[in-house]
């Protein structure tokens, strides 16, 4: 398939290009649309930060050390692994102070910008006063970051549980519909990512991060994909599935359902329009509790919502968060009904550092600093910006299967047939590194 395609591109060369010259266009400026844009062009900010002498360890020794000393799972990208030293804002830098813009934000993570000063700020403050304390002690901290967070939920969703992760966060929140619900078993999405953990792995819906461990009552339901799915965008049909699935697949009652509204680690899959309306509906008959997991989607990401469940139009009765809500501090949480966190009065339930002084603050400068800079509205601007291109650039390369997603929560798929949808795998790979080798220049010394 990726022959054919290849001969095609070059129909009327006489020649058969090589994945790197079939993808070079796509990187340079012969893959500009040939018509003027119908609005102007986006302008990066003013931005005048040097990076500081580096003096540390080489990349190339601690490519070795973490071979020796860390666990073999790790991986990198590139085929010459980064080694990032310094982050400003939207900019990362390497060993060799070249400069890089920065779209993955650390696995969509970065939500206000490397280093952002109002947020090293409340982090450096609180951790000359106290860097540490638990929930046994009350701090004001803690309480004012989850009397903010609340004050972004809809409904009556006002009970915060501050955890480390978003992993950590999925578990707490499926220990909780169990326990209200009084059923075992979940439903999750085929394609879906919820975690590495023993528990949340089973959530999980993609082979790549599953091993072959006992995961328990986990029913996994067809993927509301409207690129790859069965039944395209239809939401109902999709929907059906999951009804029949409870009907026949289980003892009719379930524990809960858990979804994200945009499928990260699947590849930015936005659910089917409608989809999570219709599968609440029949989630709740069947005496399930509903979870969204907005772990990547949250805090204004999509641009058009502050929630990615927003864009279904639905309430849930728990809601999962992690990444963009720090910045990058190890931080999670989980938001949920006053009655659903009656039942998690039955024990002792404890958080080391969940809702630690230092994150508190933390987190609490990133949601003043999303608001105050209209994160929300710049995702939405920027992101429409980067649809039009995209797609234009998709009328031109067949190789570009889709392009999806909302404000910043994007996705390109990549294909060797548009017919068959084929992976393009090889010619990603190539893509990665010529986007690598084209990022910003380096500094001028």
Known sequence: MAASLLRRAAAGRGRCPSPAESLRRLVSSEAAPEQALPRPLPEMPPFEHRPSPYAGMGGAEILEKRKKFLGPSLFYYYQKPLNIVEGKMQYLYDEQGKRYLDCFGGIVTVSCGHCHPDIVKAVQEQTKLLQHTTTIYLHHAIVEFAEALASKMPGNLKVVYFVNSGTEANELAMLMARLYSGNLGMVALRNGYHGGSAGTIGLTGLQTWKYPIPQGEIHHVMNPDPYRGAFGSDAAAYAREVEEHINFGSSGRVGGFIAETFQGVGGTVELAPGYLKSVYDTVRKAGGVCIADEVQSGFGRTGSNYWGFQTQDVIPDIVTMAKGIGNGLPLGAV??????????????????????????????????????????????????????????????????GDVRGRGLMLGVELVTDRTEKTPAKAETAVLFEKLKGNSPHSLPP
């Open 335 to 400: 938001v949920t009904t006053p009655e659903i966190a009656s039942v998690m009065a039955q024990k002792i339930q404890f958080n080391t550092f969940g809702g630690n002084p230092v994150c508190s603050a933390g987190g609490l400068a990133v949601l003043k600093v999303l608001d105050k800079e209209k994160r929300q509205a710049h995702c939405a601007d920027i992101g429409a910006h980067l649809v039009e291109r995209l797609k234009s650039l998709q009328q031109k390369h067949e190789i570009i």
